[in-house]
């Protein structure tokens, strides 16, 4: 439930279309939904704007199908992250409204438009795209109208400024690059609205799986910068979405 449908309850309520037993049961699972295995955040959509995310990754086809489901059920937008194939074809085979992402790694099912701002998902390189695609569906979802500009890296970085003004004219910027992870000062010193830098594990052995390019975007110069863990690609698309948000309404 979100704001537009309990206050819509609430409405019918006051008028005497919905009984006060009626709207207590419609109410009754709020603030969250038991079972067993999992205590879904049934209320979080009202509190936060968005519904709560399933990390996928860990959890069984079982799992993944009541808490989807109660999801669902609900009518409440579900975003599975960190999906395998074998259990994206058991929610897409139960829930055929859904689409899974093979490169994000994500399912997602729209059950209520939202509305976002602009959002520009920025990769250093080709490599670094699933971590990149992973912020932009998440982006999406939550209403965010999104921009790639992919591989633009430092290597060539006549190829970020060509696309400097594009980016510009988001109300916020991912920058997700492995390696040293230079994209996001050199992104940051180049536009005046906030990045979000996620660094990446694509580099060779001295990037130690990502520590080096975090440790670069943690120590960045420019102070526009905040940086995500490594290959949170999720944290960082929700993150600029709710930061676009906020600037689409002023």
């Known amino acids: 439930m979100d704001e537009k449908a309990l206050r819509a309850l609430l409405g019918q309520v006051k008028t005497g279309k919905v009984s006060l037993d009626d709207a207590v049961g419609k109410l009754?699972?709020?603030?969250?939904?038991?079972l067993g295995y999992a205590t879904v955040d049934t209320h979080r959509n009202l509190r936060f704007g968005f519904p709560e995310v399933v990390l996928g990754e860990p959890k069984t086809v079982e799992q993944l199908l009541g808490i989807v489901g109660a999801l669902v059920e609900r009518k409440q937008?579900?975003?599975?992250?960190?999906?395998?194939?074998?259990k994206a074809e058991a929610l897409v085979a139960r829930f055929p409204?859904?689409?899974?992402?093979?490169?994000?790694?994500?399912?997602h099912l729209a059950q209520r438009k939202v509305k976002a701002g602009r959002v520009a998902i920025v990769t250093g390189g080709t490599s670094d795209i699933p971590v990149a695609e992973e912020a932009a569906l998440t982006a999406q979802a939550m209403g965010a109208d999104v921009r790639r500009v992919y591989d633009v890296g430092v290597a060539g970085i006549h190829r970020l400024l060509r696309r400097r003004e594009e980016i510009q004219e988001c109300h916020v910027a991912v920058a997700v690059a492995g390696m040293e992870g230079a994209l996001a000062s050199a992104l940051?010193?180049?536009?005046?609205i906030p990045v979000v830098a996620v660094p990446t594990s694509v580099g060779y052995g001295a990037?130690?799986?990502?520590?080096?390019?975090?440790?670069?975007?943690v120590n960045s110069c420019a102070s526009n910068v905040a940086t995500m863990n490594i290959d949170n690609g999720f944290g960082g698309g929700f993150y600029a979405a709710l930061i676009s948000r906020t600037?689409?309404?002023?």
């Open 97 to 107: 409204k859904g689409e899974y992402h093979p490169v994000a790694r994500i399912f």
């Open 28 to 34: 009754k699972d709020l603030p969250y939904a038991e």
């Open 77 to 86: 937008t579900v975003l599975v992250t960190r999906l395998q194939p074998d």
């Open 207 to 217: 990037n130690l799986g990502g520590i080096s390019a975090l440790l670069s975007m």
């Open 188 to 192: 940051g010193g180049l536009v005046g």
């Open 247 to 250: 600037k689409g309404r002023s």
